[in-house]
C-alpha cells in the first residue's frame, strides 16, 4: 500500500450530490478529492427534476451558468384525474423568488458530466475513477481511508455514494423506513414529440403513469406493473414498453434510452454524522419520486454542511457547528419521504372507488380561493425551515431569503441579491439608518466577515456611510424583507436567516452568535 496526500476533505462518490459539494467546498478554498468506484459518471439518466434551490445552490457554486443549458425551464407539475382530464397545474407560489424557474427537467448524464468538467477546472479538487473505498478509520483530527489501494487522509469525510453506500456500511449505520412493493416501469426515451416544459402526472387507476419531457426529444415514462408483468430483477422486454407507450407514440428499440423495473423505498438514516463522517443524498434518505425532490434533498445536503465545513477548516466556525447538519436536515428530509409517499398513495392509487373520490374532494377544493393555492402553489410540498441548529430562536429566524434583483447603490447596477451580497454571510439592515446602531451590529458582521447592506422598504435613498445601500426595483426587494422592517437580518451562507432582531437588542444577539465562532 503506497502513501498517498492529505486533504480537507474527501467525498465518496462522483454522483450528483457528491460532484455538487465538491465544487461547494472548492470554490471555499479547501482541497478536495472524489472517489467513484466506477470508470466514468453515470450514463443513467435516473433523477430528471432539478429545482430552483439547487440551481441557486450551482449560482453558489459558480457553474449554474454551465448547468442552465441542460435544463428544460420548467413550470411545474400538470396532474390529471381518473379520466385524464387536466385537474390542476401545481408550480411555484412566487415565480422565480429564488432566481430561476422552479422545476426543470434534465437527464443526469448531462449534469454529472458538466459538474464532472467544472471540478476537473478547480485546482484545488480531485477526482479518481476505479477507487472504491474499503476502510474507514478516525481520530481526533483526521479521518483514514484506504481507497483504491491507496491511504489518504481528510478532516472530513462525505459519504454521497448512493443508497447501497459502502460509508454507511463502513460506519455501521442503519436506515429506518420501508420499501414499497408497487412494481414501476421506467422507460427514458429519445426522438420523442412531448414539448411540455412540465411533467405530468397521470391518476388513471386502471394505470397510473408519469410523462416528464426532456430536451431535444428525450421523455421519461413511469408506469405502474401490475402481476405478471414483470420482476424487479426482470430485464423490460421492448413489447411491454412498446404497448404501454403506445397511447402516446410509436416507439423503436433504439429509442430506448434505458428501461428498468424499479420499487421505490422510503427510507432516512438513523444517524447522519459519525465523528468527522457525514452521509448526504441517498446514503442518508431515500424517496419516492412522485414529489420530484431526491436529488434535490441532496443538493440541499450538500449547501447545508459544505460552508459549515469550510468555516471550521478555516478556523472561522467552531468545529461543533457541523453538527447542526443533522439537526436541521434530518427532520425535513424525514417529511419529504412521508410526503413524497402520501401523494404517490393519494395520485396512483389503482382502488377506482377511491381516485373517484379522490377527484371529487380536489375538485371541491379547487373551488374554494384555499383550496386552489394548495393545489396549485404546492403547498402540500413540506416547507424548508428550521426550528433547531444554527440559528437563535426568534420571529422570521430559520427560513430561506429569495434571491430578487436589487438596485446596487455601489456599483449602479441591478443585480441578483446573492451576486450583491456575496457567497458568504450577510448582515441586512431592513429601514435601519442610524449610524450608531450599525455601529453596534458592525460587532457581528465582524465575527463573520460578512457583507452589509441596508434595505430601505419606504422608497427613500438613504445616506449611510460604509454600508451599501439596495434599492427594490420591482417590488420583491420589499416584499422578501417586509417582515423585518426595522430588524437587523443575519443570512447565513446558505442564505437562511440565522437571526433577526431589533437594534436594541444587538448585546443580547452577539453572545448567541459568538458561540458559533471558535473560542480566543
Known amino acids: 500500500m503506497s502513501a498517498d496526500t492529505s486533504y480537507d476533505v474527501a467525498i465518496c462518490g462522483a454522483g450528483p450530490v457528491g460532484m455538487t459539494a465538491g465544487l461547494l467546498l472548492a470554490a471555499q478554498g479547501l482541497t478536495v478529492i472524489v472517489l467513484e468506484r466506477r470508470s466514468t459518471t453515470s450514463n443513467e439518466p435516473k433523477?430528471?427534476?432539478?429545482?430552483?434551490?439547487?440551481?441557486?445552490?450551482?449560482?453558489?457554486?459558480?457553474?449554474?451558468?454551465?448547468?442552465?443549458?441542460?435544463?428544460?425551464?420548467?413550470?411545474?407539475?400538470?396532474?390529471?384525474?381518473?379520466?385524464?382530464?387536466?385537474?390542476?397545474?401545481?408550480?411555484?407560489?412566487?415565480?422565480?423568488?429564488?432566481?430561476?424557474?422552479?422545476?426543470?427537467?434534465?437527464?443526469?448524464?448531462?449534469?454529472?458530466?458538466?459538474?464532472?468538467?467544472?471540478?476537473?477546472?478547480?485546482?484545488?479538487?480531485?477526482?479518481?475513477?476505479?477507487?472504491e473505498v474499503t476502510s474507514i478509520s478516525q481520530n481526533a483530527d483526521a479521518v483514514e481511508l484506504v481507497a483504491g489501494g491507496r491511504y489518504l487522509s481528510a478532516r472530513y469525510l462525505l459519504g454521497c455514494d448512493g443508497g447501497r453506500s459502502t460509508v454507511r456500511s463502513l460506519l455501521g449505520i442503519e436506515m429506518t423506513g420501508r420499501s414499497h412493493p408497487e412494481l414501476w416501469l421506467v422507460v427514458d426515451t429519445l426522438g420523442d414529440f412531448h414539448t411540455e416544459r412540465y411533467g405530468m402526472h397521470h391518476a388513471d387507476p386502471k394505470r397510473p403513469h408519469v410523462v416528464v419531457p426532456g430536451l431535444n426529444g428525450r421523455c421519461r415514462y413511469e408506469f405502474r406493473l401490475f402481476d405478471g408483468e414483470g420482476t424487479v430483477t426482470d430485464a423490460p422486454p421492448f413489447e411491454l414498453i412498446e404497448d404501454l407507450v403506445s397511447r402516446y407514440r410509436t416507439i423503436t428499440p433504439d429509442q430506448v434510452e434505458r428501461a428498468v423495473n424499479y420499487r421505490f423505498h422510503g427510507l432516512v438514516a438513523d444517524q447522519w454524522q459519525r465523528g468527522r463522517c457525514f452521509l448526504l443524498g441517498d446514503a442518508a434518505h431515500m424517496m419516492p419520486p412522485f414529489a420530484g425532490q431526491g436529488l434535490n434533498s441532496g443538493i440541499r445536503d450538500a449547501a447545508n454542511l459544505a460552508w459549515k465545513i469550510a468555516g471550521?477548516?478555516?478556523?472561522?466556525?467552531?468545529?461543533?457547528?457541523?453538527?447542526?447538519?443533522?439537526?436541521?436536515?434530518?427532520?425535513?428530509?424525514?417529511?419529504?419521504?412521508?410526503?413524497?409517499?402520501?401523494?404517490?398513495?393519494?395520485?396512483?392509487?389503482?382502488?377506482?372507488?377511491?381516485?373517484?373520490?379522490?377527484?371529487?374532494?380536489?375538485?371541491?377544493?379547487?373551488?374554494?380561493?384555499?383550496?386552489?393555492?394548495?393545489?396549485?402553489?404546492?403547498?402540500?410540498?413540506?416547507?424548508?425551515?428550521?426550528?433547531?441548529?444554527?440559528?437563535?430562536?426568534g420571529s422570521g429566524v430559520g427560513v430561506v431569503v429569495g434571491q430578487p434583483r436589487a438596485f446596487d447603490s455601489a456599483t449602479r447596477t441591478i443585480e441578483p441579491l446573492d451576486d450583491v451580497l456575496g457567497p458568504g454571510w450577510a448582515l441586512v439592515g431592513v429601514d435601519v439608518t442610524d449610524p450608531a446602531d450599525w455601529k453596534q451590529a458592525s460587532r457581528i458582521a465582524d465575527l463573520f466577515d460578512a457583507s452589509t447592506a441596508m434595505v430601505p422598504t419606504d422608497h427613500t435613498v438613504p445616506r449611510l456611510e460604509s454600508v451599501n445601500v439596495l434599492l427594490d426595483v420591482d417590488g420583491r426587494l420589499d416584499a422578501e424583507f417586509a417582515a423585518y422592517r426595522g430588524h437587523f437580518v443575519l443570512l447565513r451562507p446558505d442564505h437562511v436567516v440565522a437571526a433577526a432582531w431589533y437594534p436594541t437588542e444587538t448585546d443580547r444577539i452577539l453572545p448567541a452568535v459568538t458561540a458559533w465562532t471558535p473560542e480566543l
Not at 411545474?76 to 412566487?94: K, L, V, W
Not at 436536515?329 to 373517484?356: D, F, I, Q
Open 47 to 131: 433523477a430528471i427534476s432539478i429545482d430552483d434551490e439547487a440551481l441557486r445552490v450551482y449560482q453558489q457554486a459558480g457553474v449554474v451558468d454551465r448547468v442552465l443549458p441542460i435544463v428544460v425551464p420548467g413550470t411545474g407539475t400538470r396532474y390529471f384525474d381518473s379520466n385524464d382530464e387536466p385537474a390542476f397545474h401545481g408550480g411555484a407560489a412566487i415565480p422565480y423568488r429564488l432566481g430561476y424557474p422552479f422545476k426543470n427537467p434534465f437527464a443526469q448524464p448531462d449534469l454529472e458530466r458538466v459538474l464532472l468538467s467544472a471540478l476537473q477546472d478547480s485546482p484545488s479538487a480531485t477526482v479518481r475513477f476505479d477507487t
Open 312 to 393: 471550521v477548516v478555516r478556523g472561522t466556525l467552531n468545529e461543533t457547528v457541523a453538527q447542526t447538519y443533522e439537526s436541521e436536515r434530518a427532520p425535513h428530509a424525514r417529511a419529504v419521504v412521508r410526503a413524497s409517499e402520501r401523494l404517490g398513495r393519494v395520485v396512483m392509487t389503482t382502488n377506482e372507488r377511491l381516485a373517484h373520490r379522490r377527484d371529487e374532494l380536489i375538485g371541491a377544493a379547487l373551488k374554494t380561493v384555499d383550496g386552489r393555492r394548495f393545489f396549485e402553489t404546492m403547498a402540500y410540498r413540506p416547507p424548508y425551515e428550521f426550528t433547531d441548529g444554527m440559528i437563535v430562536a
